[in-house]
């Protein structure tokens, strides 16, 4: 089994700054996708950040250029580094595992077998 636990969530302004952690225990898989989604009041999960354990990573439209994935050495912490943010970035943000690769491609969040509980990003005008 896999434990993921995120942190860093909070508010902040609009133009301002937040990272975001996500400390993975338990079990280890050499080949594996972890992302970042976020869902936002009355709206569908989105995925908006991939990091594939071979380093390649994926934006999603909605944040590129703003937000940066990323691990640490030991592949044990994900981050996302969130740079100008903007008022539509407030959601709650979730790390997730999928044991597999993500193949070139963003999976849909069905694909991710593991899941943290979520840190609440809120970002005032």
């Known amino acids: 089994q896999v434990q993921l636990v995120e942190s860093g969530g909070g508010s902040a302004q609009a133009g301002g700054s937040l990272r975001l952690s996500c400390v993975r225990t338990?079990?280890?898989?050499?080949?594996?996708?972890m992302a970042w989604f976020r869902q936002a009041p009355g709206k569908a999960r989105e995925g908006i950040a991939y990091?594939?354990?071979?380093?390649?990573?994926m934006y999603a439209d909605s944040v590129k250029g703003r937000f940066t994935i990323s691990r640490d050495s030991a592949d044990r912490t994900l981050y996302l580094q969130m740079n100008t943010l903007k008022p539509e970035d407030t959601a709650i943000y979730y790390c997730?595992?999928?044991?597999?690769?993500?193949?070139?491609?963003?999976?849909?969040?069905?694909?991710?077998?593991?899941w943290g509980q979520g840190t609440q990003v809120t970002v005032s005008p």
């Open positions: 338990g079990d280890f898989y050499r080949y594996n996708c």
């Open positions: 997730a595992l999928r044991t597999q690769p993500c193949g070139g491609r963003a999976p849909s969040s069905s694909a991710f077998s593991f």
């Open positions: 990091h594939e354990s071979a380093g390649s990573v």
